[in-house]
């Protein structure tokens, strides 16, 4: 079935470190795909996204690039800052049948110290 | 613009006890999700809305589990009755409508249940 893997956690980093959170997935159709991030005591938000192959999604210093053909969207920072200190989920939509219904890997905890 | 409101946001129960969360979304937002996330793990989809109407409830335990979305905007997932693997955090999102897949979804705090 479609499903996402990412890399375990935590992931425990200086301030002003490089930043990759490693995310693959499986789907069956054409995904898009999604990083959304979770802040102590507050709801998912969405971080970034791409709809196609080689698409690169990114905001606030963070980008992904859509791989189709090593079916990954890895997360990547070139600087963190103690307040990227959360969970990030990297998460799969199908396109049909299933429209709207998000697929989210385990999620990874990065902490930034300063 | 307020966002996503949950209530309660914790809630502590004996088992074989109901329990019931309440959700009212993003004003105009045509679309429901409720997800259920355990300690350590992503959310996962239990039920779909779109409008009044549950278009995916596959994920959904019916044997204990029920929701409703009347007039098409507040919604409420229940319980009844609640066993202890049930305790995990009960999210509840929004979006305009399922367009392409790429719909963005707004997600409210959630709901922390605890079943002792």
């Known amino acids: 079935g479609d499903s996402v893997t990412q890399m375990e956690g935590p992931v425990t980093l200086s301030e002003e470190a490089f930043l990759t959170i490693n995310c693959t997935y499986t789907a069956t159709g054409y995904p898009s795909l999604f990083w959304y991030v979770q802040y102590p005591g507050e709801g998912l938000q969405l971080l970034l996204k791409a709809t196609k192959a080689d698409d690169k999604g990114s905001n606030k210093g963070f980008e992904a690039t859509y791989r189709k053909e090593t079916t990954s969207f890895h997360l990547e920072k070139g600087s963190v800052q103690v307040s990227d200190s959360a969970v990030y989920f990297c998460?799969?939509?199908?396109?049909?049948?299933?429209?709207?219904?998000?697929?989210f890997g385990q999620g990874t905890t990065l902490q930034v110290k300063p | 613009e307020a966002g996503v409101v949950q209530s309660p946001r914790y809630k502590i129960i004996e088992k074989k006890q109901p329990v019931a969360f309440w959700c009212n979304p993003i004003s105009g937002h045509n679309t429901l999700y409720w997800y259920l996330q355990n300690l350590g793990q992503g959310p996962e989809l239990l039920i779909r809305?779109?409008?009044?109407?549950?278009?995916?409830d596959s994920q959904l335990p019916k044997d204990r589990f029920s929701a409703e979305r009347l007039k098409g905007v507040d919604s409420t997932l229940k319980i009844q009755p609640a066993e202890l693997g049930d305790s995990a955090v009960y999210l509840c999102a929004s979006s305009l409508g399922a367009v392409g897949g790429s719909e963005e979804q707004f997600f409210g705090p959630g709901t922390r249940l605890t079943v002792l």
């Open positions: 998460a799969l939509s199908l396109l049909s049948g299933n429209t709207g219904k998000l697929i």
């Open positions: 809305y779109e409008n009044e109407e549950a278009v995916d």
